[in-house]
């Protein structure tokens, strides 16, 4: 049973037929790598997974129970993933550690004492224990992406929702990130990742699905995929990134 | 007391002729503010009948001079209402309601200036509409709006020279008064010249570090 799943989902930003079709399917503990060119809706479908974005048709499932779009179904269902942006969105106003008890505080009514308790150990995960108390603003981008990591774990979602999560960062803080989300990986957390990372995607994912201009166009394995690509985009759009 | 200097003969009245001035569009601002902060809220809800009646209370009073507006409750209340209303309570409705409009868009603005992002983590990690506002998005808007809150006070401050055309007693009346009493129309006017703006300049000078400091962090 895959615990998320969608059926011709289709959305459109007035005009622009954003999503077309798209049916996919991701299992309980599986890596998902959805790659493309930009504004080929890979961050439209992960904002339509957690109702970011509103669907115009088609249905998404979740442990095969189709969404509501009634409002508290939508705060309910959210609770279920975990979502990592490209540009971080941390709360600028508040300290690493304030930034992953927010969400157990507020939402999960968890005590300070448990939420912060909690925190230390995700921020000791993703190796920032010496930074819980530092602002945003003093954090490099890598180590802004792996706080948004520890927030979004601290509301123990079952899928976490990547968007393009080290397209902002500095090359050499790419690396820690990557690292953390291949230990996550690791311990067979359910995961989707838009990421223009191929390192990644054919050493952590289990299987990628190729989008362009909305569509669907390839979908597989990884290794098979990226060594072996069916359709003449993909294999322009493997060239033009490995050749960048 | 004859012998004295005019300026200090009329030190005092000056004084709490200032303090009048002061009170006053604190009055103006804080109260103002409270309405327009509660507006700006139903300003960017959902709610389509709220939205626009708060849209065109901010038009309205933003629209049209203070002075007509003073006039219209000076001389509007008691007709409409039968109301006999002091020239103090005329001066602060009318400063109050005049000034809840501009807060109203400061507010808004305000709310509106935070980053599409920081909604989109606040629902991602499950929090409602208003504890996203509450808890994420207020907190930053009310950074963005001291600036220019800090200028809409020293814009009402100004404004409220024109409570002495209905006879009001404050900072700008006093000149008059004095000048009056005097016949020394220079003295009288340089001396409200320069209170008024002592007070703006020094206010000036706070929203500039206030600023800064807002940069800083």
Known sequence: ?244 | MESQPVVVQYAYFFLKATGITLVLSALSLLTGSAIGFLFSLLRISENRALSTLTLVYAEVFRGSPLLVQLFLVYFGLPIVFHLDVSAFTTVAVSMILYTAGYMTEIFRAAIQAVDRGQWDASYSIGMTYTQALCKVVIPQAMRIAVPPTLGQFISILKDSSLASIIGFMELTKAGMAVRARTSNTLFAFAIVTCLYFMICYSLSIASRRVELRLKKT
């Open chain 1, 1 to 244: 049973m895959p615990i998320l799943r969608t059926e011709n989902v289709n959305k459109h930003f007035d005009k622009l037929h954003v999503l077309k079709n798209i049916s996919f399917s991701v299992e309980q503990a599986e890596t998902l790598v959805i790659l493309g060119p930009s504004g080929s809706g890979k961050s439209t479908l992960l904002r339509c997974l957690n109702q970011l974005e509103r669907v115009d048709s088609g249905t998404i499932y979740f442990e095969e129970r189709p969404l509501s779009y009634e409002r508290k179904a939508i705060y309910r269902n959210r609770r279920n993933f975990g979502m990592i942006f490209q540009s971080f969105n941390l709360f600028p106003q508040k300290t690493a550690l304030e930034n992953v008890t927010l969400g157990p505080m507020t939402v999960a009514r968890v005590s300070r004492a448990e939420a912060e308790r909690e925190a230390r150990v995700l921020l000791e995960k993703v190796k920032l224990t010496d930074k819980a108390h530092a602002y945003p603003a003093k954090l490099s981008g890598g180590q802004q992406q792996r706080v948004a990591i520890a927030r979004a774990l601290a509301m123990r979602p079952k899928v976490l929702l990547f968007d393009e999560p080290t397209s902002a960062l500095d090359p050499e803080t790419i690396g820690d990130v990557l690292e953390v989300m291949r230990r996550l990986a690791q311990e067979r957390t359910t995961m989707i990742v838009v990421t223009h990372e191929l390192g990644f995607a054919r050493e952590i994912a289990e299987r990628i699905i190729f989008m362009d201009i909305g569509e669907i166009i390839e979908e597989g394995p990884s290794q098979e995929l990226l060594t072996r690509p069916k359709s003449a985009r993909l294999t322009a759009f493997l060239d033009a990134v490995l050749h960048k």
